[in-house]
C-alpha cells in the first residue's frame, strides 16, 4: 500500500509540475503577444509621425512656392514702373528739346558739367588721370638721366664736365638722350589725358599738341630771320607781321616762353574745354555726320584753336614772367643781398618743375658760371669774392632742384596713410630723382595734389636755397646733384642744407595733406 500511495504521489506531483508548465508557457506566449503588438503600436506612431513629417514638408513647399510667386509678381511690378520712370523721363527730356530748336540760331553756346560730382572732385579726377599716364615717362626718363650723370662722374668727369655732365662719354650720352626723349614725351602725355578726362577720346589729340607747345613754347623760331623784324630779304614786315613777330615768337634777347609742367595742365584743361564747346555747337548735326565730326571738325578745329591760345597767350606770357625773374635776379645780385637771392632761388627752381621760373633760375645761374670762368680766363683768382659768389648762385639753384622729390619721397615714408600705393611705390625713383637734382621726380605728385605739394616743395627748397648761400657752397657743375659732390665746396654744410629743406618739405606735407577716404593697406 505504501508503494502504490507513493507512485501516486509521485504521479500526482509530475501531473501538477506539468499543469506549472503549461501555465508559464501560456504566460510567457502571452508576454510575446503583449510585446509585438507594444511593438506594433511604436511602428504605428512612427508611420503617422512621418506622415505628419511628409505633410508639414509639403505644407512649406507650398508656402514657398506661393513666396516665389509673389516675389516674381512684385519684380515685374518693380520693373513695370521703373520702364514707365525711364519713359516719362525720356518723354520729359524730348520735351526740351523741342522747344530749343526753336530758340534763335544766336544764342550763345553755354558748357555745362555733369551734375552729379562737385567740381573740385571733378578737377581732381581730371588731374589724377593726366598724372597717370605720364608717370611711366618721369620715371623712366629720370632714372635715364641719373645714370648718364653716374657714369661720368665713376670716369673721373665730374669737375671738367660743366653743362655737357651726361654728355662725356658715348655711353652715358646714349642714357641721357634717350631719358631726354622720355621726359619730352611728358607733359603732352599730361596735358592730353587731362583733355582726354575732360571731353572723351576727341580730345585726346589736342591736349597733346597744347601739352607740346607748353613743353617746346615758342622757341623753335626763335632763330627765324623775322624775329628781327624783317624778312630774309631785309624787306620790312608790315604792321601785323611785325606785331606777331615782336610778341608771339620767342627773340634772341627774350625770355624762355615755355611754360613746363602747369602750361601743361593749363593746356590739359583749355583743350578739354574747347572739345566740349565744339560738342556742344554740333550737338544739333545728323547723326550722318559723326564721322566728319570726329574725323575733321574736332581735331582740326579744336587743334588750331588750342595752338593760338599757347602761342598768342600762354606761352609770351610765359617770357614775359621769365624776363621779368631774370631781371629782379640780376638786381639782387647787383644790391649784394645773397640770403634773399638764395631764397628767391630755391623756390623758384622747385614752383613750376621746368616753366618760366625754374629756366630763369637756371639761365641765371649758368650766365653766373659763364662770369666766372670768363673772369678766371682774364685772370682773376679762384678764390676772389665776385668769382665764388658766382658760384654760389648755382649752388642754390642746384639744392633747391634737389628738395622737392627727395622731400616729397621721405614724406611717403614717414607718413604712408596720406599716400596712394602708387604714389607710394614710387617713392624710390623720386628719391634717387631728387638727390640727381632731376626736379620732375615730384611731377606726379604735384598733378596729384598740386594746392599742397607746390607750397611745400616751395618752402623747403627756399629754406634750403638761403642755407647754401649762407653757408657759402660753391658749386661748379650746373647738374649732377650728389653725383657732383666733388665740385662742391663745402660739401657737408651743403648737405646739410639740402637735408634741412627736404625735412622741411616732408613734414609740412605729411601734416598738410588728409588722410585718405578708402585706407588701404601698408606693408
Not at 588721370?129 to 611711366?136: A, L, Q, W
Not at 565744339?278 to 588750342?306: F, H, Q, R, T
Not at 606761352?315 to 649784394?336: C, E, Q, R, W, Y
Request: charged share 25%; proline share 4%.
Amino acid at each position: 500500500m505504501d508503494t502504490e500511495n507513493l507512485k501516486e504521489g509521485v504521479e500526482e506531483t509530475k501531473v501538477e509540475e506539468t499543469a506549472e508548465e503549461k501555465v508559464e508557457e501560456t504566460k510567457v506566449e502571452e508576454t510575446t503577444e503583449e510585446k509585438a503588438e507594444e511593438t506594433k503600436v511604436e511602428e504605428t506612431a512612427e508611420e503617422k509621425a512621418e506622415e505628419a513629417k511628409a505633410e508639414e514638408t509639403a505644407e512649406e513647399k507650398v508656402e514657398e512656392a506661393k513666396a516665389e510667386e509673389t516675389t516674381e509678381e512684385k519684380a515685374e511690378e518693380t520693373k513695370k514702373d521703373e520702364t514707365t520712370d525711364v519713359l516719362a523721363a525720356e518723354e520729359k527730356m524730348e520735351e526740351p528739346k523741342a522747344e530749343e530748336t526753336k530758340v534763335d540760331d544766336l544764342e550763345p553756346i553755354k558748357i555745362e558739367l555733369p551734375p552729379e560730382e562737385k567740381l573740385g572732385s571733378k578737377i581732381y579726377s581730371w588731374l589724377l588721370e593726366g598724372e597717370k599716364y605720364c608717370f611711366p615717362f618721369v620715371v623712366v626718363g629720370g632714372l635715364l638721366v641719373f645714370l648718364a650723370y653716374l657714369i661720368d662722374t665713376l670716369a673721373g668727369h665730374t669737375e671738367d664736365a660743366g653743362a655737357y655732365l651726361g654728355y662725356i662719354l658715348p655711353v652715358s650720352s646714349v642714357f641721357k638722350y634717350v631719358g631726354n626723349v622720355a621726359l619730352a614725351f611728358m607733359i603732352p602725355v599730361l596735358s592730353g589725358y587731362i583733355a582726354k578726362a575732360i571731353a572723351g577720346k576727341e580730345a585726346l589729340a589736342v591736349g597733346l599738341v597744347g601739352g607740346m607747345l607748353a613743353n617746346s613754347g615758342n622757341q623753335a623760331l626763335a632763330a627765324m630771320t623775322f624775329t628781327g623784324k624783317e624778312l630774309f630779304n631785309e624787306e620790312p614786315l608790315d604792321a601785323f607781321n611785325k606785331f606777331l613777330a615782336g610778341y608771339v615768337f620767342a627773340q634772341p634777347k627774350g625770355g624762355q616762353t615755355a611754360p613746363g609742367v602747369l602750361g601743361g595742365i593749363i593746356a590739359g584743361f583749355i583743350a578739354g574745354f574747347l572739345i566740349l564747346g565744339l560738342k556742344k555747337a554740333c550737338e544739333n548735326m545728323p547723326e550722318s555726320s559723326e564721322s566728319i565730326k570726329n574725323i575733321v571738325i574736332y581735331p582740326i578745329v579744336g587743334i588750331l584753336l588750342i595752338g593760338i591760345v599757347m602761342m598768342f597767350a600762354v606761352n609770351p606770357l610765359t617770357g614775359l614772367i621769365n624776363k621779368g625773374m631774370f631781371d629782379v635776379l640780376v638786381s639782387l645780385h647787383d644790391a649784394g643781398m645773397l640770403s634773399v637771392l638764395g631764397l628767391l632761388l630755391g623756390a623758384m627752381v622747385a614752383f613750376d618743375m621746368g616753366g618760366a621760373f625754374k629756366k630763369a633760375a637756371f639761365i641765371f645761374a649758368g650766365s653766373m658760371i659763364d662770369v666766372a670762368q670768363s673772369s678766371i680766363n682774364a685772370g682773376v683768382k679762384v678764390d676772389d669774392t665776385k668769382v665764388q659768389i658766382c658760384y654760389m648762385v648755382m649752388a642754390s639753384v642746384m639744392v633747391g632742384c634737389m628738395v622737392p622729390s627727395f622731400g616729397i619721397a621721405l614724406s611717403t615714408w614717414i607718413f604712408p596713410k596720406k599716400f596712394t600705393k602708387e604714389e607710394r611705390s614710387a617713392s624710390i625713383p623720386s628719391a634717387i630723382m631728387g638727390a640727381a637734382a632731376i626736379t620732375e621726380g615730384s611731377v606726379p605728385y604735384v598733378v596729384a595734389d598740386p594746392l599742397r605739394v607746390i607750397p611745400c616743395s616751395v618752402l623747403g627748397a627756399a629754406v634750403a636755397g638761403c642755407l647754401s648761400m649762407l653757408f657759402k657752397c660753391e658749386v661748379k657743375v650746373p647738374y649732377g646733384g650728389v653725383l657732383s659732390l666733388l665740385a662742391v665746396e663745402n660739401q657737408v654744410l651743403f648737405l646739410v642744407a639740402w637735408i634741412i629743406g627736404a625735412a622741411l618739405t616732408c613734414v609740412t606735407l605729411g601734416f598738410w595733406k588728409k588722410k585718405l577716404e578708402v585706407e588701404e593697406n601698408v606693408n
